[in-house]
């Protein structure tokens, strides 16, 4: 019942959400194949080459850089809020994320790819507090809690859509990994165009 009467914002961060979280959830999954066939080579496509473990590791320092990233950022966003606003700040964020994704289409030196994940840590960041904070003053006092708890429960929806369709989506590109990043960039950009169908009780 409670889903049913929940407030339009409720379900218009929960589309913004979605394209999100499906973006992130291709990016966990696909980017280590992608930067070890892009930039490592064809004949590091098998996980037990050492062009492969290579691409993992060098993985896990952009994935540690752009968590970096988020941290700076997170404490940007108060200021770029005052500025031009909530939902420019959200939208805008989310946006060069996709950005950062579908760089990596043309990023064939490694070091390259800390740029890609400038957009993808400025996003990261947006996504872990602009929604809820958005979602927040909009919500009735006396249901809050329920609420914020079904809104965090709705991001496992797009990961295994992900999980579900995904295998689909790699035969639809050709089976090419970095593609997969590259949707995940179209993805995000769908979410940070969503963002402008949020309707805030408080502006």
């Known amino acids: 019942r409670l889903i049913l009467e929940a407030p339009k914002v409720f379900w218009q961060l929960g589309s913004v959400q979605f394209f999100s979280w499906f973006a992130l959830f291709l990016m966990w999954v696909y980017t280590t194949p992608a930067i070890a066939e892009h ?60 950005v950062g994704f579908i760089t990596m289409l043309i990023i064939q030196d490694k070091n390259l790819l ?14 872990l507090a602009m929604p809820y904070a958005m979602l927040a003053e909009s919500l009735p006092a006396k249901n809050m809690g329920v609420y914020m708890g079904l809104f965090n429960a709705a991001i496992t929806l797009p990961q295994i859509v992900a999980g579900l369709f995904g295998g689909i989506l790699l035969v639809l590109v050709g089976g090419s990994p970095i593609m997969m990043l590259v949707l995940a960039g179209i993805s995000m950009i769908i979410a940070g165009i969503l963002v402008f169908t949020v309707k805030e009780k408080n502006q």
């Open 39 to 98: 930039v490592w080579g064809p004949e590091s496509v098998d996980p037990s080459s050492k062009g492969y473990n290579e691409a993992g590791n060098w993985t896990g320092a952009i994935f540690g850089f752009y968590s970096v990233i988020a941290a700076i950022y997170a404490y940007l966003i108060p200021s770029i809020v005052k500025k031009i606003g909530r939902k420019k700040t959200y939208s805008l964020s989310l946006i060069l994320g996709g």
């Open 114 to 127: 800390f740029a890609s994940m400038v957009g993808v840590g400025i996003a990261w960041a947006a996504i």
